[in-house]
């Protein structure tokens, strides 16, 4: 089994991303695995503090490093957007693969020394667990929001990234362009799309020369994605589109049984609603055809 740097080496030579997808529960993990498992390609899945909260660090990491050596399959595992040392340590002797260490809501020195500690910390640990730092800002909460914040102030710049970069010495850099966690009702409806400054992703790949991670990649333009990818991004997460279907699928198979008690009669119905999403969305980080109403 090839580790998670390799794989992103091979992503950024052939052109195409990786995606990430959060989970809180069993369900979604299957539908993951199930959509990646049938275009065979690597995935990561994530989980906030919240989301390791409610599942269990040490319990997901034994879940997900069972699919791996059962099906020799390519998922890994990232601690996304961890805001303490405390619970980075955590994620990093449970055997995450790889932290979003974020600390972007700090004044930019206070995260550069934070991250650069948390970078030697993680390390001395597992050497080999990939760490990610956050510039600029996206917003919070991957959920549906009645109004757009103001993304413009928070920008990130090549030179901004490359001096991150090289201060934190982090192995993946999240910047701001245009991204943002959650999703506008009219995004949800399809109404809207997020749009990204391609530009500002190549001048910032061009200065930070490291792999970079897109955040709150719900609800953008498909075209931007694809341009995106092109310009150097090598993650894309996507976490409130799994969300909505999540809560569809499990309306959907509720209203289809009424009567139904079994939960393994029931839930099929929401792993199916994610793993449409979730096929969607990786044919089109690894540059297949994605068909129309997908
Ligand atoms: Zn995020």
Redesign the pocket.
């Known amino acids: 089994m090839r580790c998670l740097r390799d794989l992103l080496q091979k992503a950024q030579q052939s052109g195409v991303a990786i995606g990430h997808f959060n989970i809180s529960d069993l369900v979604l993990v299957k539908a993951v695995f199930a959509a990646a498992r049938e275009l065979n390609v690597p995935v990561l899945v994530g989980l906030s503090e919240g989301e390791r909260e409610f599942v269990g660090t040490r319990q997901i990491a034994a879940f997900v490093r069972s699919l791996r050596e059962e099906f020799d399959f390519p998922i890994f595992l990232n601690a996304?957007?961890t805001h303490s040392l405390a619970k980075g340590i955590e994620a990093a002797k449970a055997g995450f693969d790889s932290i979003v260490f974020d600390l972007s809501a700090l004044p930019i020195e206070e995260n550069v020394r934070q991250t650069k500690q948390a970078v030697e910390a993680l390390k001395a640990i597992n050497p080999s667990m990939l760490v990610e730092g956050e510039i600029g800002d996206i917003g919070t909460g991957s959920e549906i929001h009645e109004s757009s914040p103001d993304l413009s102030k928070g920008l990130s710049t090549p030179e901004e990234a490359k001096q991150f970069v090289e201060s934190t010495r982090v192995d993946i850099l999240a910047p701001a362009v245009g991204n943002m966690?959650g999703m506008l009702r009219s995004m949800v409806q399809g109404e809207t799309k997020k749009r990204l400054d391609i530009e500002r992703i190549a001048g910032i790949k061009r200065a930070a020369r490291v792999f970079l991670t897109l955040?709150?990649g719900s609800g953008t333009d498909d075209e931007d994605l694809r341009k995106a990818i092109a310009a150097g991004i090598n993650i894309v997460?996507i976490n409130t589109e799994l969300r909505v279907a999540w809560r569809h699928g499990l309306e959907h198979g509720l209203a289809k049984q009424p009567d139904e008690v079994v939960p393994y009669k029931i839930l099929p119905s929401v792993v199916d609603s994610v793993k449409q999403v979730v096929g969607s969305r990786l044919k089109l980080f690894n540059g297949r055809h994605v068909g129309h109403g997908a």
């Open positions: 996304d957007h966690h955040h709150g997460h």
